[in-house]
């Protein structure tokens, strides 16, 4: 079993920047793929960008590329997504998710683990 827990949401303005942290409980967190993902109203929850065990592969959406970065602190057994020049459309709850495969960790399908979700808001 693994415990999320995501902390670090908030109400922002278009343009500014938001760190999320997770941190991780229960397994050893440097076996484990990390992602994030988020739901919007209305719409499914959609992969924004993953971290592989060791922390020297990430992937990301389209949509967040050169703005948001995940990275993970072993020692913390934390995983960070840190988000900048923020946009309206970034808005949604933000969940963290975990498990062992890195070849599924853009599917919500590929994850067992997830945490309670924290909220962004951004206003334009």
């Known amino acids: 079993q693994v415990q999320l827990v995501e902390s670090g949401g908030g109400l922002v303005q278009a343009g500014g920047s938001l760190r999320l942290s997770c941190a991780a409980s229960?397994?050893?967190?440097?076996?484990?793929?990390m992602g994030w993902f988020r739901q919007a109203p209305g719409k499914e929850r959609e992969f924004v960008t993953a971290?592989?065990?060791?922390?020297?592969?990430?992937k990301y959406a389209d949509s967040v590329k050169g703005r948001f970065t995940i990275s993970r602190d072993s020692a913390k057994n934390t995983v960070y997504l840190q988000m900048n020049s923020l946009k309206p459309e970034d808005t949604a709850v933000y969940y963290c998710?975990?498990?062992?495969?890195?070849?599924?960790?853009?599917?919500?399908?590929?994850?067992?683990?997830w945490g309670q979700g924290t909220q962004v808001t951004v206003s334009s």
């Open positions: 998710a975990a498990d062992q495969s890195w070849f599924t960790a853009t599917t919500t399908s590929g994850y067992n683990y």
């Open positions: 229960g397994r050893t967190f440097s076996t484990l793929t």
């Open positions: 971290i592989s065990w060791g922390g020297g592969s990430t």
